[in-house]
């Protein structure tokens, strides 16, 4: 039994099964015009789009087809969220629960390597790591949101191969461009077009030129923000270098999440049709009655 989650003014309810959803439409309560969510689906779609709820009866509507799968992103404020906020959130999501983004971080970490293999291993990072980069921002997109990640996430990049691989190429030849100037410029570019592979895990249909400019947009503003979340690693990854590197494997995966949270943090609260997704079913409250 599919389970749905509803997104109704400024407020979120679910889970709710299939019945419950079809006894609040009957009872006017949940409208074509609103949002609905259910797993298989990769964002908020208007109820009266899903013909089964209101036009007849049987089963819930197929999955939206996609490369990946995402739950429904969480709200946001803009931008607003302190630093140290998002890295709380990112240790308190990891607490318990380290072993798998730990063994992601350290395979991914392998594979954009070549294994350490001489001179293969720069053709090798250079083929895959757009499709390992978009497969990252699926999982701990994935994690930050609530979902299940599962290793196999590692490779979901590469049923978008094409451009994932252009996103690359393109981000590489730009931030080289623009380095060509000065460092500054170039590392200004990096953070600009930083959201990339994040906007592609939500939306497969983006080419990689339309991924990079929604970037640009998204971080107009955040730049250094971004760059601030980052510095506050540094300390950290000197730090891990007198364990022999040994650290690296608890703060990739923490930076990575910490970085999951700064995008997610990024969306306007309750933005629908002006280009972010709507808010997520976290903080679910229950329907008044």
């Known amino acids: 039994m599919a389970t749905w989650y509803v997104y109704v003014g400024d407020k979120q309810y679910g889970p709710i099964d299939e019945a419950t959803l079809r006894e609040w439409i009957g009872q006017g309560r949940l409208l074509e015009e609103h949002l609905v969510w259910t797993d298989g689906m990769s964002d908020w779609v208007r109820a009266g789009s899903l013909e089964n709820l209101f036009r007849g009866d049987g089963e819930a509507p197929p999955p939206v087809a996609g490369f990946a799968i995402l739950p429904p992103p969480l709200t946001g404020t803009g931008g607003e969220t302190p630093n140290r906020d998002i890295t709380s959130r990112a240790r308190a999501l990891l607490k318990g629960r380290w072993g798998l983004p730990i063994a992601f971080s350290l395979v991914l970490g392998v594979l954009l390597s070549g294994g350490g293999v001489p001179y293969v291993s720069p053709l090798i990072a250079l083929i895959v790591s757009g499709p390992f980069a978009l497969g990252g921002a699926v999982f701990f997109l994935t994690l930050v949101r609530g979902g299940k990640t599962e290793m196999g996430m ?37 953070l600009a077009y930083s959201q990339t592979f994040y906007l592609m895990a939500e939306d497969s249909s983006l080419d990689p030129l339309a991924a990079i400019r929604k970037s640009k947009a998204l971080m107009q503003g955040h730049k250094g923000k971004l760059f601030c979340l980052y510095f506050r690693f540094f300390g950290w990854a000197l730090l891990c270098m007198l364990t022999l590197g040994i650290g690296f494997l608890w703060l990739s995966p923490y930076m990575a999440a910490s970085v999951a949270h700064f995008h997610e943090d990024l969306r306007q609260a309750g933005a629908g049709d002006s280009g972010a997704p709507v808010a997520g079913p976290t903080g679910i409250a229950p329907m008044a009655r």
């Open 154 to 190: 590692l490779f979901v990049g590469f049923k978008n191969f094409g451009n994932a691989l252009g996103a690359c190429i393109l981000m590489s030849i730009f931030i080289f461009l623009w380095s060509l100037l000065l460092i500054i410029p170039g590392l200004i570019a990096a």
